[in-house]
């Protein structure tokens, strides 16, 4: 059994016992299961799957951030986290339309270009969450 932390700077998002999780790193999508060995990643944004003891699925979006395992204890510390019932899809919608335009005009090595694309990551990861 896996004991899962998921902090943002606002809450304490999850404290949670699983039996396995998925989530999303600079390298692809790491499973996590019990007795894993020592991790220390990156984490991207995406969706982040557990699998609770009784087979039940949660999925949530997770922004950037990092990933700790070590000793069946899992910490996930990210800028956002967010459930499907938190999320209002139309909105994201217009977000996801409004920054993809608005990087279509910045130049590539900007900060800006930088922070727009970012942004466009998390709404993605979002709407990956929609029916």
Same mark, same amino acid.
């Given at each position: 059994? /896996?004991?899962?932390?998921?902090? %943002?700077?606002?809450?304490?998002? !999850?404290?949670?016992? @699983?039996?396995?999780?998925?989530?999303? %790193?600079?390298?692809?999508?790491?499973?996590? /299961?019990? =007795?894993? =060995?020592?991790?220390?990643?990156?984490?991207?944004?995406? #969706?982040?799957?557990?699998?609770?003891? *009784?087979?039940?699925?949660?999925? +949530?979006?997770?922004?950037?951030? +990092?990933?700790?395992? !070590?000793?069946?204890?899992?910490?996930?510390? @990210?800028?956002?986290?967010?459930?499907? *019932?938190? #999320?209002?899809?139309?909105?994201?919608?217009?977000?996801? $339309?409004? !920054?993809?335009?608005?990087?279509?005009?910045? $130049? &590539? $090595? *900007?900060? $800006?270009? &930088?922070?727009?694309?970012? =942004?466009?990551? &998390? *709404?993605? =990861?979002?709407? &990956? /969450?929609?029916?």
């Amino acid at each position: 059994m /896996l004991h899962v932390n998921v902090v %943002t700077p606002d809450k304490i998002f !999850l404290q949670e016992d @699983c039996i396995s999780l998925i989530v999303p %790193t600079l390298k692809g999508e790491v499973q996590i /299961l019990s =007795a894993h =060995a020592n991790l220390l990643s990156q984490v991207i944004p995406g #969706i982040i799957t557990l699998a609770s003891a *009784s087979g039940q699925e949660k999925q +949530f979006m997770i922004g950037e951030g +990092f990933l700790e395992v !070590l000793e069946n204890r899992v910490e996930v510390i @990210c800028d956002i986290a967010r459930l499907k *019932s938190e #999320i209002d899809f139309a909105q994201e919608h217009q977000l996801f $339309d409004s !920054l993809s335009e608005e990087l279509k005009n910045i $130049d &590539k $090595d *900007s900060h $800006d270009f &930088k922070r727009i694309s970012g =942004a466009l990551q &998390k *709404s993605i =990861a979002s709407l &990956k /969450l929609e029916d």
